[in-house]
């Protein structure tokens, strides 16, 4: 993930220049895919840094982060992404757990169509990974899998098992 700090998603002229030095840095050392999420002082998707960081990225693949989820218009805020040529989108449907999004993510891939995949991540457990998949019609999730019982509810849900 290309991120210079914790805290909000707006970032300085200075953190930029880090973060565009940190995407050249996984490319040199044979990354194949950047996460990244900036936005604007009012939560829209800051257009114009995303789209000289892909550029600096090319050809690594590029996924935008739960920045997604604060942006005030999900379909307004996907729009962008694809005209951008982003490749993922991570985000729990702009709600706190991808459970309780899983409607809106199913829109979001729907709008998408095969331009973007859409990534179901916040909350995704063993107990309703199946649940979310099935809901939100996701092929894709992101998850803290460390226990067996949870790698195996995420190979299962998303093998359609």
Known sequence: MIRPRAGDL???DEEIDVMNTDIDAAKSLGADH???GLLCADDT???RRVAMMIDIARPMRVTFHR??????????????????????????????SAEIG??????????????????????????NVSRIVDIAGVRE????ATNPDTIRALVLALSGG
């Open 10 to 12: 707006v970032y300085s």
């Open 67 to 96: 920045a997604f989820d604060r942006t005030p218009d999900a379909a307004a805020a996907l729009d962008t992404l694809l005209a951008l040529g982003v490749d993922n989108l991570l985000s729990s449907g702009q709600e706190n």
């Open 45 to 47: 998707i800051d257009l």
């Open 141 to 144: 999730v992101h998850a803290s």
């Open 34 to 36: 950047v996460v990244l």
């Open 102 to 127: 899983a409607q809106t993510l199913r829109r979001l891939q729907e709008r998408a169509g095969a331009a973007l995949v859409v990534m179901a991540g916040g909350g995704v457990r063993a107990h």
